[in-house]
């Protein structure tokens, strides 16, 4: 069976990772989405939140499953049985993240493999970090992330009407 494991913090989850997990789970017959505990990076959402949004909008896919971790991605990888560690590229600033992120594993598991997947154009300005900072100045974020990641950040922030700002009526 080929398992593709698809990383990332996932702070929240948007469209553009959803786009990337679903064109991955056509392609393989499992993916795993990794999520990043990263308690340095002072997350927005604690990890079992993160695993949360993700298992909501994910229900209906049979071969996704979204689990937590804080190790080496390549150790990650092997406990799932996965030799494909699969990222979403946006931009040059993504490509040399991920050349560097993939050089650094190739150097410690030369069997498994990075794949990167072209983002779609509708969502290659798309990052979680823009998501907040729109939502803290009382922006709209409907239709870039799940509704449900809408309604949690929504409560943390206050909504576009509660804020006063231009979201949509
Ligand atoms: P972010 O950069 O939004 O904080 P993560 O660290 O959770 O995202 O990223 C997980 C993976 O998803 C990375 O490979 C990242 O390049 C990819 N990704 C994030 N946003 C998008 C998008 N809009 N389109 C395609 N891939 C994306």
């Not at 929240?12 to 990337?20: A, I, R, Y």
């Not at 505990?37 to 949360?52: G, T, W």
């Amino acid at each position: 069976m080929k398992v593709a494991l698809c990383p990332g913090s996932f702070d929240p989850v948007t469209n553009g990772h959803l786009d990337v997990i679903l064109r991955t789970a056509s392609q393989f017959d499992k993916v795993v989405v990794a999520v990043a505990a990263n308690p340095e990076k002072l997350p927005l959402f604690d990890v079992e939140e993160r695993l949360e949004m993700l298992n909501e909008c994910l229900a209906e896919k049979d071969n996704v499953e979204a689990v937590a971790f804080d190790c080496l991605l390549i150790d990650m990888a092997r406990q799932v049985g996965s030799t494909a560690i699969v990222k979403g590229l946006r931009a040059m600033s993504d490509f040399e993240f991920e050349f560097q992120m993939s050089q650094f594993n190739r150097q410690m598991a030369e069997d498994i493999e990075t794949f990167l997947v072209m983002a779609s154009p509708e969502y290659t300005y798309l990052s979680s970090s823009g998501i907040k900072e729109v939502v803290s100045y009382g922006g709209s974020i409907d239709g870039l992330v799940p509704e449900g990641v809408a309604r949690r950040l929504y409560d943390k922030f206050g909504g576009p009407a509660a804020a006063g700002a231009s979201g949509k009526e």
